[in-house]
């Protein structure tokens, strides 16, 4: 009879220590339909899932330019949202151990010396009692949660979720400042172009003032042309003027990047500008899976649906297992003797029996978390398609607006050429000479926008996509592999 009393006991024991969850089996959101290929790229693609751990790689070096590679470097150790988002995700990594201490027992010591001062009309007080006398206490206290609901594994799957979430925030933020410190470095050296095109215009107004200045003397031009030669050079030195200041805003922005006052900080002037890299054809749709918004999204659909198991459990009892084991006496010595010894043990049940709705209340917040979640994950997932399909079609049709404005640059620059020489032989006016070089310095400008616009775009692709791409031996696209800087 006792053995199979013991037996009773024991798988009841292992069945109240397993326990059971109430959280619903989690399946990640459904999606709407999904395109076969990427429509501005007619690239192949396949319902992301997220890989927030595949390392990004120092996806700028594609550019192939040394400074840039240096303020990304600055960025990763100096930026201050950086330094913020790294401690966001520490302060993650400190919640999901609160929940996870609650798989353990807790043990606590106590000790309590005391002086007493009993009143005279205690209920049931002895006539031989003293008024006033010592009361030591020494012992230990176990508490141990027995989670049979699941409410503790369920805080800490969400809390393990949530501090995933705050990693992949932390990626996000990272890749999304690199970005806009490419973008902002592009667009400098852009401007850097258009100042060094506007100097060069400077110098061939210059001597066309000049000539209509020396025709003016000898008769042969009007006082008409020396003022339109007047205003061309004037107007071309208030566009540096406006171009100077642009760089400098860009300038400043760069260095509230890298974490360094603008006051103290500059970059010099250079003609070279970083070069549009060659988006692979075949960029396979695994890249996008690295983005670490959808992972992050993902983590808080899951935190989301474990909160539910949360919620749920607190409609059942909850049953812990109490203990304690110490020493007490009245202020004598051998505090310690075996006779002073006191203990308890035993099991300690909750259930509450009226909330005026309160459990029902949570319940439905948890759902409508979990709604909401789902609902972010998804539009997450649209967005990423909309941003990787903007961005290739800007790649594609800047592309042939470059080819296009390059034509256009170059039949301005003859028009100009011609203009240029039909006046000196006195067959046109200067006014035609004027049209001709607006046209042309116009179109140079133009030309040099579109190649920063492409280069914006390209960093843009690559922020869409999760981080740059490698080719394979095979020469077909792949993720870079490099080590990921250090968080």
């Not at 330094?83 to 302060?91: I, K, M, Q, T």
């Not at 609901?149 to 925030?169: M, P, T, Y």
């Not at 400008?445 to 914006?456: G, Y």
């Amino acid at each position: 009879m006792n053995r199979h009393a013991n037996r009773l006991m024991a798988a009841l024991a292992a069945a109240l220590l397993g326990g059971c969850s109430l959280a619903p089996a989690y399946h990640a959101p459904t999606l709407p339909p999904m395109p076969a290929s990427f429509k501005e790229g007619d690239t192949a693609w396949k319902v992301a899932a997220p890989a927030d751990e595949t390392p990004h790689g120092n996806w700028w070096t594609v550019y192939g330019d040394t400074t840039l590679n240096e303020l990304e470097t600055r960025l990763d150790s100096d930026n201050p949202s950086l330094a913020a988002a790294l401690a966001r995700y520490d302060e993650a990594r400190a919640f999901e151990s609160q929940f996870s201490a609650g798989l353990f027992p807790h043990l606590d010591a106590i000790a309590n010396p005391e002086r007493v001062r009993q009143s005279n009309n205690r209920p049931l007080r002895g006539s031989n009692q003293p008024n006033e006398y010592d009361s030591d206490t020494v012992g230990v206290g176990a508490s141990y949660d027995l989670d049979l609901w699941g409410r503790i594994r369920n805080e800490v799957s969400a809390g393990h979720a949530l501090a995933q979430a705050a990693q992949a925030d932390l990626a996000s933020a990272r890749l999304s400042l690199e970005a806009q410190l490419a973008g902002d470095y592009v667009r400098l050296r852009g401007y850097d172009i258009q100042i060094r095109i506007l100097q060069d215009a400077l110098n061939a107004y210059q001597h066309a003032l000049v000539l209509t200045q020396n025709r003016h003397s000898g008769g042969v031009a009007s006082g008409l042309d020396v003022s339109r030669a007047q205003t061309q050079l004037e107007d071309a030195q208030a566009q540096v003027t406006d171009v100077l200041a642009r760089r400098a805003l860009a300038e400043h922005a760069i260095a509230a990047l890298v974490g360094e006052p603008a006051s103290s900080f500059s970059i010099a002037q250079e003609q070279d500008q970083p070069k549009v890299p060659v988006t692979p054809v075949g960029m396979p749709s695994t890249l996008l899976e690295r983005r670490p918004d959808i992972a992050a999204a993902e983590r808080r659909v899951f935190a989301a649906n474990a909160g539910i198991g949360v919620a749920r459990a607190a409609f059942f009892p909850d049953i812990s297992l109490q203990g304690s084991y110490g020493f007490q006496n009245t202020g004598m010595d051998n505090l310690l003797a075996i006779g002073n010894r006191f203990w308890a043990l035993g099991p300690l049940a909750t259930l509450n029996i009226f909330d005026a709705g309160l459990r029902r209340a949570q319940l439905r917040e948890a759902h409508a978390r979990f709604a909401q979640a789902s609902a972010e994950y998804r539009q997450t997932v649209l967005s990423a398609f909309r941003e990787v399909e903007d961005d290739l079609a800007l790649l594609q049709q800047l592309g042939l607006e470059a080819r296009q404005e390059d034509q256009a640059f170059t039949a301005a620059q003859q028009t100009l050429n011609i203009a240029t020489n039909r006046y000196r032989e006195g067959i046109v006016n200067y006014l035609d000479v004027v049209t001709a070089q607006t046209a042309a310095l116009s179109a140079q400008r133009n030309a040099e926008e579109i190649r920063t616009r492409r280069l914006q775009a390209s960093v843009d692709l690559i922020r869409a996509i999760g981080g740059g791409w490698t080719r394979d031996v095979d020469g077909s696209a792949m993720a870079k592999t490099e080590a990921p800087s250090s968080r």
